[in-house]
């Protein structure tokens, strides 16, 4: 009994001390540090295609983008929600762009090319280059959510796996040889759906507090 | 109190933290323990934990709430907000009291492979092996334990062969049976006494 009251008179002790930054302002520097971190890495290993400055014009590319930005924003402010006791559940509707962009570039694919890229390895390089890309971000997200309070670990990890991934994608469109909306929307996905796993298996050990 | 009043007074308290109202927060914190201790250590009791352990559990929030208020948002209620950390801070409590459990009470591999050898094959061990266990017995009662337990020799045979009655043999038996059994006592999970009694060997 004693020793609680210890503990609350110490703990009331520093009332008023101001932290360093919000958690929004921490999650959002976070964030462009892993965009960029991203970016370099996709100019310095992977290079961007031959064909850029044609490609960026086209439709292919603007799915690309359009989808892993939306997934991007989605899980950003899913990832705000996982952090933050008790937050409102509307946040989970800005994963609804997502999916239906997902639902559109799966069903009504209008390039015609193969599901599974134009050769034998691509979707194994695809995935792996965008799990590659991912893993500053995944750093540097994690160390944002343990400034947060998640409730869930496990969830809050699977979520920042799929906000990583999508950074990674991001990034990973300007090199992306394969132009199919089918391709991008499954593929993506799946390098998403693996982080996701990682990031679960991570985030319940780390995201204890 | 209802929950209305108390919502209004905790968050209340909280806002005085963010203005630096120390003697306010601290307050509002020792009535937040209360609460928590009312409420919690019954439940830890139905769960099979000490009372006392509420008393940790109770700490263990304090200093979450205290760790993360500012996930707090002010705009929303801080009821709700205060029980998502309560319970993450009991799931993860309990947890950690269940792994601890199941470390006391292993069975590891090496005592595994103790209870499953099993006295039955003690007639398949090496002869050295028998001689390890004999070494424990003064010399006069370890040749007379090998001559009868380990050679088969009859009682009456022996006591020709060193000269004495049947019954000094049978009571050497005894005595040396006695000395085995102390030997071969289980050793206990405390490191210290077995050190000990290692010593007197």
């Known amino acids: ?209 | 109190m209802t929950v209305e009043q108390r919502e209004q007074r905790w968050a209340e308290g909280m806002l005085a933290e963010r203005r630096g109202e120390a003697l306010a927060y601290e307050r509002m914190l020792k009535e937040v323990a209360t609460a928590l201790r009312r409420s919690l250590a019954p439940r830890l009791v139905r769960a099979g934990l000490g009372a006392h352990e509420a008393e940790d559990l109770v700490q263990e929030i304090l200093i979450g709430l205290h760790a993360k208020r500012d996930t707090w948002d002010s705009a929303r209620p801080f009821l709700p907000w205060l029980h998502a950390i309560a319970r993450y801070k009991l799931i993860d409590f309990t947890r950690h009291r269940r792994r601890e459990t199941r470390r006391r009470v292993d069975l590891p591999l090496e005592d595994w492979l103790e209870i499953v050898e099993s006295p039955a094959d003690e007639a398949n061990h090496p002869m050295w092996e028998v001689d390890r266990h004999l070494a424990v017995l003064p010399v006069s009662q370890r040749k007379i334990v090998r001559a009868i337990a380990v050679e088969g020799a009859s009682v009456r045979n022996v006591a020709l062969g060193s000269a004495t009655s049947e019954g000094v043999i049978r009571m050497t038996i005894h005595r040396a049976i006695g000395r085995l059994l102390g030997a071969a006592e289980p050793p206990t999970s405390e490191p210290s006494p077995r050190n000990e009694h290692d010593q007197h060997r």
């Open chain 1, 1 to 209: 009994m004693t020793s609680t009251d210890d503990l609350i008179h110490s703990l009331a002790s520093t009332a008023g001390a101001r932290r360093s930054a919000s958690l929004q302002a921490a999650f959002a520097v976070a964030g462009a540090a892993s965009l960029a971190c991203a970016l370099f890495l996709v100019f310095s290993v992977i290079g961007i295609r031959h064909d850029f400055a044609d490609m960026a014009v086209r439709m292919p590319f603007g799915f690309k983008l359009a989808y892993t930005g939306s997934l991007v924003i989605g899980t950003f402010v899913v990832a705000l929600y996982v952090a933050t006791p008790a937050a409102s559940a509307t946040a989970l509707c800005a994963l609804l762009p997502t999916i239906i962009l997902l639902a559109l570039g799966v069903l009504f694919d209008p390039t015609g090319f193969p599901i599974m890229g134009r050769t034998s390895t691509a979707v194994v390089f695809c995935v792996g280059s965008i799990l590659f890309l991912s893993l500053p971000a995944m750093i540097l997200m994690f160390r944002a959510m343990q400034k947060g309070a998640p409730t869930r670990p496990l969830v809050a990890g699977a979520v920042i796996g799929v906000l990583s991934a999508s950074i990674g994608a991001i990034a990973y469109a300007l090199a992306c040889k394969n132009d199919g909306t089918a391709f991008v929307a499954i593929w993506y996905t799946a390098a998403c759906a693996i982080m996701a796993l990682i990031g679960a298996v991570v985030g319940h050990r780390v995201l204890r507090w």
